[in-house]
């Protein structure tokens, strides 16, 4: 599915949307591209297919997003209401000895691609030198939600993947979970969320922060899915959070 390059609006007050480069209807067809669209989008192909692909989905919202803000037709940090609750996917599927990846936003697909299947030959389970690390799944999540307040679900979820990845039940001092808790309490005490410590601030640099690292397998994912739900009033994983990035890096490792 090929995507049209986003144009400048006439005026420069109408934004760039779904509609006007994608071919999706509904509600989804009117909404602007927002720059955190974008963002989600470029860390689910980066998790997913590992890279950002040449005039692919996420380049087409990146750029139509950096015209919105240009012109004021956003603010930057914005994300639409149909990204935020029905989330971006991407899929993939062998189908004839090919590669079949469908990329979709609101659960309307936006653009796919097809290319020759590659088969390693190894088990399901098994994870090799390419396999995506739990550090590298936190600094994913900075990118896909990085700029919401750090909550204590997302400090239970980093404390969690902290466990996972050095073997040890012991909260680190100077570590990123003690980093986060320090971050809640701080966030707690203050009233505007513009002043707030993002999650950004926290995971950006993980794999620098953590004493060990290891690739992310299903239990590893399981794990921290809990530990965020369990300090949500809502009972769910935050759209593009750590809990969702570790399930995504889990499925890409188990594939590989």
Known sequence: MSQEQPRRPQG????????????????????????HDAATMQAAENMVLGGTRQGGVAAVMQSAADVNVRTGAVRPGQVSDVARDQGMTISQANIGGRRVVGEAVGGQVVGGYVQPAVDTGKPGGAL???AITIGEALEASALSAGDKPLEQSDAAAIQAAEVRATGSNETMPGGIASL????VTRNARTAADEDKTKLADVVMAATDILPGDKAVTREDAD??????????????TTPGGVA????????LNQNM
Do not use: H, W
């Open 12 to 35: 420069g007050a109408d934004p760039i949307k779904y509609g006007d480069v994608f071919d999706v209807s509904g509600e989804l067809k009117g909404k602007p591209i927002a720059p």
């Open 128 to 130: 090799d030198g390419d």
């Open 180 to 183: 986060a808790q320090a971050a």
């Open 223 to 236: 794990r921290v899915i809990v530990a965020e739900m369990r300090n949500r009033t809502q009972m769910t």
């Open 244 to 251: 969702e990035s570790m399930a995504a890096a889990a499925r």
